[in-house]
């Protein structure tokens, strides 16, 4: 008789986890087998060394998990970031040498690559015409010339050649030229947007080369957190679509990064809330963010993405972003009038929070008369950061009055220069300014808890002396009224934001340049939650669903939706829902493949492995459509897919050849391959 055998076990149990690295926080969560979240925490990111605010963060939420789950249980990370787009925006760029091949003045000068400096443009013959046949010789010895002399002063090439998306033979060549004189990072345009326009292509690989150090810095801190914890998870990023991709490959694109973190709150928030048809309304520290799902899926930019004014081609949500949140900076303008953002600030609660000895200061400053400009706000030195030799004479001197605890902003920059100086170091990451921030008001209303309630009061008080001095009132307001008055202005500029990205999917309600006519006045009163009219019973009413998350959520989009008349969601998890679409986002990658006719009767497949030439267009698409599948899956595979599916579509433009019969003029054969990421289990 056959002796039993062991008793069946169940399979190891696995959680992911997702990290989202924002300007103030950065957030964490753990997802378990049956994709409940099980854990979250948050940290203060800390942008002079990311590594400390993602292994406070992450070491915060495996110790909220199980003692029985152990680290081999860890078979997923992804992370979301706001890195890419926040250089983009703040124009800092990694110096990089960019060759373009075929390229006459003119188009250089439509692709602006000359802006910002960072680089260097160097114009090659060659290229090709748009039939995919060459249109001059590559000219091999100018783009050595240009790799010796400038290779050494650069950190990245960004290569770029005209209708290489038609026939991307040069950019391979110039890429194996450029390599086999230094060995470092290579963007090739073709690799990253199949459309013409050549001078936006190559703005978008020079943007690509530029950003390489930035999440190499973040992938490599995040990977120094893992090895301390011994998690040898696979680690993928999310896209500015919002799918995912390996880490690996994200160093080889990282300006598919951009929006990265927008994109993961609107996955996050479909994900918590179940909907499919949906506006998302992401307020964080720095920006509030608002997007549209349709159908299950964001909204797209179809013609790339704009941020910071370069015009890229990278596919990326249709986000509306404004910078309001809950750092925001709440200051008098020149008419005098309360404003918030756009620049953000550490909050005053926080600060006393971490530094209990301004409340002294706040103290004394509160109990003035005539405060100096900028009395409520301080300044320090981040620590760890040295600028070395870059700093000119102003910001040296305003460096060197800065200390590792917070001094008076008055004390430190005591002049309008002085002061720019000292917010040039801050864009840096090498100093932080202190204020008074919506955060702040919210404590002293008692809507948010968490720091020092006592410094935030204090700030709004001395704001409100500020205030009754620069406008020679006999009376000032109370700090709730200055805070009141904070909380009013969040509501109504998060409730135009919110009502201009509905109205811009309808063709011909868009805006004017931000000028929105008539309607104006319409949004204007329906976002303070006043009357149209006595006569005319008229407001806008949102038609669909508004999810709320990041957060602040909870204590303005309540109001925010009463008054635009929509249903509201504040998901469970709002708070953490970058982190959660950081890791509930599947893996999807693109390929297409055109179809043209260059002479009658010839359908010319742009094969990139090289033109094969048909005399029938159906033999035609059926070899396009089996490249364009298995470049889709292929890809796919490579940036972190298990399993994934494909579809594929033919979208034909055909031609008049008479009064009752038409031709094939051209096709685009376009696949998608989508898959979940691959685990550590199945990696």
């Given at each position: 008789?056959?002796?039993?055998?062991?008793?069946?076990?169940?399979?190891?149990?696995?959680?992911?986890?997702?990290?989202?690295?924002?300007?103030?926080?950065?957030?964490?969560v753990a997802l378990d087998g049956q994709r409940r979240v099980v854990a979250s925490a948050k940290s203060l990111t800390t942008p002079w060394d990311l590594s400390i605010g993602l292994d406070g963060a992450i070491r915060a939420v495996l110790a909220k998990l199980p003692p029985s789950v152990r680290r081999e249980h860890i078979s997923l990370v992804s992370v979301s970031t706001t890195l890419a787009t926040n250089a983009v925006v703040e124009?800092?760029?990694?110096?990089?040498?960019?060759?373009?091949?075929?390229?006459?003045?003119?188009?250089?000068?439509?692709?602006?690559?000359?802006?910002?400096?960072?680089?260097?443009?160097?114009?090659?013959?060659?290229?090709?015409?748009?039939?995919?046949?060459?249109?001059?010789?590559?000219?091999?010895?100018?783009?050595?010339?240009?790799?010796?002399?400038?290779?050494?002063?650069?950190?990245?090439?960004?290569?770029?050649?005209?209708?290489?998306?038609?026939?991307?033979?040069?950019?391979?060549?110039?890429?194996?030229?450029?390599?086999?004189?230094?060995?470092?990072?290579?963007?090739?345009?073709?690799?990253?947007?199949?459309?013409?326009?050549?001078?936006?292509?190559?703005?978008?690989?020079?943007?690509?080369?530029?950003?390489?150090?930035?999440?190499?810095?973040?992938?490599?801190?995040?990977?120094?957190?893992?090895?301390?914890?011994?998690?040898?998870?696979?680690?993928?990023?999310?896209?500015?679509?919002?799918?995912?991709?390996?880490?690996?490959?994200?160093?080889?694109?990282?300006?598919?990064t951009v929006l990265s973190g927008p994109a993961a709150s609107v996955v996050g928030a479909g994900f918590l809330q179940g909907l499919q048809d949906f506006l998302v309304a992401d307020m964080g520290g720095t920006t509030t963010d608002v997007a549209i799902v349709l159908d299950g899926r964001p909204v797209v930019r179809a013609e790339g993405a704009v941020i910071g004014g370069w015009r890229t081609m990278i596919e990326a949500i249709d986000?509306?972003?404004?910078?309001?949140?809950?750092?925001?900076?709440?200051?008098?303008?020149?008419?005098?009038?309360?404003?918030?953002?756009?620049?953000?600030?550490?909050?005053?609660?926080?600060?006393?929070?971490?530094?209990?000895?301004?409340?002294?200061?706040?103290?004394?400053?509160?109990?003035?008369?005539?405060?100096?400009?900028?009395?409520?706000?301080?300044?320090?030195?981040?620590?760890?950061?040295?600028?070395?030799?870059?700093?000119?004479?102003?910001?040296?001197?305003?460096?060197?009055?800065?200390?590792?605890?917070?001094?008076?902003?008055?004390?430190?920059?005591?002049?309008?220069?002085?002061?720019?100086?000292?917010?040039?170091?801050?864009?840096?990451?090498?100093?932080?300014?202190?204020?008074?921030?919506?955060?702040?008001?919210?404590?002293?209303?008692?809507?948010?808890?968490?720091?020092?309630?006592?410094?935030?009061?204090?700030?709004?008080?001395?704001?409100?002396?500020?205030?009754?001095?620069?406008?020679?009132?006999?009376?000032?307001?109370?700090?709730?009224?200055?805070?009141?008055?904070?909380?009013?202005?969040?509501?109504?500029?998060?409730?135009?934001?919110?009502?201009?990205?509905?109205?811009?999917?309808?063709?011909?309600?868009?805006?004017?340049?931000?000028?929105?006519?008539?309607?104006?006045?319409?949004?204007?009163?329906?976002?303070?939650?006043?009357?149209?009219?006595?006569?005319?019973?008229?407001?806008?009413?949102?038609?669909?669903?508004?999810?709320?998350?990041?957060?602040?959520?909870?204590?303005?989009?309540?109001?925010?939706?009463?008054?635009?008349?929509?249903?509201?969601?504040?998901?469970?998890?709002?708070?953490?829902?970058?982190?959660?679409?950081?890791?509930?986002?599947?893996?999807?990658?693109?390929?297409?493949?055109?179809?043209?006719?260059?002479?009658?009767?010839?359908?010319?497949?742009?094969?990139?492995?090289?033109?094969?030439?048909?005399?029938?267009?159906?033999?035609?698409?059926?070899?396009?459509?089996?490249?364009?599948?298995?470049?889709?899956?292929?890809?796919?595979?490579?940036?972190?897919?298990?399993?994934?599916?494909?579809?594929?579509?033919?979208?034909?433009?055909?031609?008049?050849?008479?009064?009752?019969?038409?031709?094939?003029?051209?096709?685009?054969?376009?696949?998608?391959?989508?898959?979940?990421?691959?685990?550590?289990?199945?990696?």
């Amino acid at each position: 008789m056959t002796a039993p055998g062991p008793a069946p076990t169940d399979p190891p149990a696995e959680y992911s986890i997702g990290v989202d690295t924002g300007g103030t926080f950065t957030d964490a969560v753990a997802l378990d087998g049956q994709r409940r979240v099980v854990a979250s925490a948050k940290s203060l990111t800390t942008p002079w060394d990311l590594s400390i605010g993602l292994d406070g963060a992450i070491r915060a939420v495996l110790a909220k998990l199980p003692p029985s789950v152990r680290r081999e249980h860890i078979s997923l990370v992804s992370v979301s970031t706001t890195l890419a787009t926040n250089a983009v925006v703040e124009n800092r760029f990694s110096s990089i040498c960019t060759i373009l091949i075929g390229f006459d003045e003119a188009m250089v000068e439509r692709s602006n690559l000359r802006r910002g400096g960072g680089g260097v443009v160097v114009r090659v013959a060659g290229g090709h015409e748009g039939t995919g046949e060459e249109h001059a010789p590559l000219d091999e010895a100018a783009i050595d010339a240009a790799v010796r002399e400038h290779g050494p002063r650069v950190e990245a090439f960004a290569v770029a050649s005209m209708f290489s998306v038609r026939n991307p033979a040069h950019e391979r060549r110039a890429r194996e030229r450029i390599r086999a004189i230094f060995r470092k990072p290579v963007t090739c345009s073709y690799e990253l947007s199949s459309q013409l326009d050549a001078p936006k292509r190559a703005l978008t690989a020079a943007l690509n080369a530029r950003l390489t150090p930035q999440i190499a810095h973040l992938l490599e801190a995040l990977r120094r957190v893992l090895e301390r914890e011994s998690i040898a998870a696979p680690v993928m990023i999310v896209k500015g679509d919002g799918t995912l991709m390996r880490a690996e490959v994200a160093l080889e694109y990282p300006v598919e990064t951009v929006l990265s973190g927008p994109a993961a709150s609107v996955v996050g928030a479909g994900f918590l809330q179940g909907l499919q048809d949906f506006l998302v309304a992401d307020m964080g520290g720095t920006t509030t963010d608002v997007a549209i799902v349709l159908d299950g899926r964001p909204v797209v930019r179809a013609e790339g993405a704009v941020i910071g004014g370069w015009r890229t081609m990278i596919e990326a949500i249709d986000v509306h972003t404004c910078g309001l949140g809950g750092d925001s900076e709440v200051l008098f303008d020149r008419e005098r009038r309360l404003s918030v953002g756009p620049r953000k600030t550490m909050p005053l609660s926080l600060l006393a929070t971490q530094f209990p000895e301004v409340l002294a200061e706040l103290t004394l400053l509160a109990a003035e008369e005539h405060p100096s400009p900028h009395a409520a706000q301080f300044a320090f030195r981040n620590p760890g950061r040295d600028p070395g030799a870059t700093l000119d004479r102003v910001e040296r001197r305003i460096w060197e009055s800065l200390e590792p605890v917070p001094r008076r902003f008055s004390l430190v920059a005591r002049t309008g220069p002085a002061a720019e100086a000292l917010r040039r170091l801050v864009d840096r990451g090498l100093a932080t300014i202190a204020g008074f921030t919506p955060s702040d008001a919210m404590h002293v209303l008692g809507r948010q808890e968490g720091w020092n309630q006592q410094a935030a009061r204090l700030g709004a008080a001395i704001l409100a002396t500020e205030e009754r001095n620069a406008n020679a009132r006999r009376d000032k307001d109370t700090p709730e009224q200055i805070c009141a008055r904070t909380y009013e202005f969040v509501l109504r500029k998060a409730g135009r934001l919110v009502l201009e990205c509905a109205l811009a999917q309808d063709p011909g309600i868009e805006s004017n340049n931000g000028r929105w006519g008539p309607l104006g006045a319409l949004l204007d009163q329906t976002v303070a939650g006043h009357k149209f009219s006595n006569v005319v019973d008229a407001r806008l009413c949102l038609a669909r669903p508004l999810v709320a998350i990041g957060a602040p959520a909870g204590a303005y989009f309540p109001e925010i939706a009463r008054r635009l008349g929509a249903r509201l969601f504040v998901p469970e998890h709002a708070a953490v829902c970058n982190a959660v679409g950081a890791v509930a986002g599947v893996v999807s990658e693109v390929c297409d493949v055109l179809v043209n006719q260059p002479t009658f009767k010839v359908f010319r497949v742009h094969d990139p492995a090289g033109l094969r030439d048909y005399s029938d267009s159906h033999e035609a698409i059926e070899h396009a459509k089996r490249v364009s599948r298995e470049l889709a899956l292929a890809a796919a595979r490579r940036a972190g897919a298990s399993d994934p599916h494909v579809e594929t579509q033919v979208m034909e433009r055909r031609a008049l050849a008479g009064s009752d019969a038409d031709y094939l003029a051209e096709a685009t054969v376009r696949s998608r391959a989508t898959g979940r990421p691959a685990t550590g289990v199945h990696a």
